[in-house]
């Protein structure tokens, strides 16, 4: 009969990892305040009660096995994996090959090329407070290299009319001293040499459309 293998908690199958470079770039002026009631208003009939809820706490994402990836944007790299199998690649990273056939193989790392293509596309005319100034925004979903997958980014240095499937992008990373490891450190360009097509119906169609969003937003302070 076969024994059983119990695993105790203190018998870790990987290392607890010794985090020796620590970087900060929390603003001043965030605290860890968790949830707090902070105050209230009632109107002057005593009709109607406003309450002010603050919630501030720190999170720790913890990339484990796809860490590869968040170091590398902090180097200007784009990691991707590849089944030793099959030879499919995705980024965003897999850490298996989700082929059938591979029976889940632990996949291995490996450079992606900064250039992609347009998968798909959207046009933002909103947005959260913080990116108002900047629409419209136009959010592509990319596929880079021969990724299996694509990966959503902003793409910058075009008119939103002017997009098109399959497009071919560049990936442009922000100036190594402003990267923090996040998607945000990139965006995609179109590729040098590209030109967009001249001008048609549905070229006209989502011009209009943005242009109101062009003309609210100068009127932003
Ligand atoms: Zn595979």
């Not at 450190?185 to 943005?210: C, N, T």
Request: aromatic share 12%.
């Amino acid at each position: 009969m076969n024994e059983t293998v119990v695993l105790k908690r203190k018998d870790r199958i990987v290392k607890k990892p010794d985090f020796t470079e620590k970087k900060s770039y929390r603003p001043v002026n965030v605290k860890e305040t968790g949830l707090s009631f902070i105050g209230h208003e009632i109107s002057e009939d005593g009709n109607v009660m406003n309450q002010f809820f603050h919630y501030d706490q720190l999170y720790t994402i913890r990339h484990g096995w796809n860490s590869k990836f968040f170091k590398g944007l902090l180097e200007g790299k784009i990691w991707g994996t590849r089944c030793p199998k099959c030879g499919d690649t995705w980024v965003p990273v897999r850490t298996h090959c989700w082929n059938l056939d591979c029976n889940l193989e632990k996949t291995e790392w490996v450079e992606m090329p900064l250039n992609g293509k347009v998968h798909t596309w959207t046009v933002a005319g909103w947005s959260g407070r913080s990116s108002l100034k900047r629409l419209p925004i136009i959010l592509v979903y990319a596929v880079i290299g021969k990724s299996k997958v694509a990966i959503a980014n902003e793409l910058h240095g075009i008119k939103p009319w002017d997009v098109e499937f399959e497009m071919s992008l560049k990936v442009v990373f922000k100036p190594e001293e402003d990267r923090i490891g996040a998607v945000t450190d990139f965006h995609f360009e179109p590729a040098d040499g590209w030109e967009p097509s001249p001008i048609h119906q549905e070229k006209e169609r989502i011009k209009e459309l943005v242009e109101p969003v062009y003309k609210w937003v100068k009127t932003l302070k």
